[in-house]
């Protein structure tokens, strides 16, 4: 059984800069792409950053200079920094991975519970 797990949500005035982190556990043999969407309450989920297990990564235009995305493989965990929020970026923010396991083999596409970040004004 292959989890992500999320922490570092919460509230937050306008301009403050949380931060977000997720941790792959279980039979893991190798995570691919990971990275963080989010779904704004009444609003389809999009993809905020995703990174490449060679560091590479891919920010949505809309954000891209104010969010940054980082991987340690190491630990298995990516990190989502957040800067200038505002009351439009209030939304619940999840962890997506692609990974292979050593249990089936198989690429999977797995998702974290979400966490909420709530950007006040």
């Known amino acids: 059984q292959v989890q992500l797990v999320e922490s570092g949500g919460g509230s937050v005035q306008a301009g403050g800069s949380p931060s977000v982190s997720c941790t792959g556990t279980?039979?893991?043999?190798?995570?691919?792409?990971m990275g963080w969407y989010r779904q704004a309450l009444g609003k389809q989920r999009e993809k905020v950053a995703v990174t490449t297990s060679g560091g590479q990564a891919v920010y949505a235009d809309s954000l891209k200079g104010r969010f940054t995305i980082s991987r340690d493989n190491a630990k298995k965990s990516v990190y989502l920094e957040m800067n200038s929020l505002t009351p439009e970026d209030t939304a619940v923010y999840y962890c997506y991975a692609r990974i292979v396991s050593t249990t089936d083999w198989r690429d999977l596409e797995v998702w974290g519970q979400g966490t909420l970040v709530t950007v006040s004004s």
């Open positions: 279980g039979n893991i043999f190798t995570i691919n792409t």
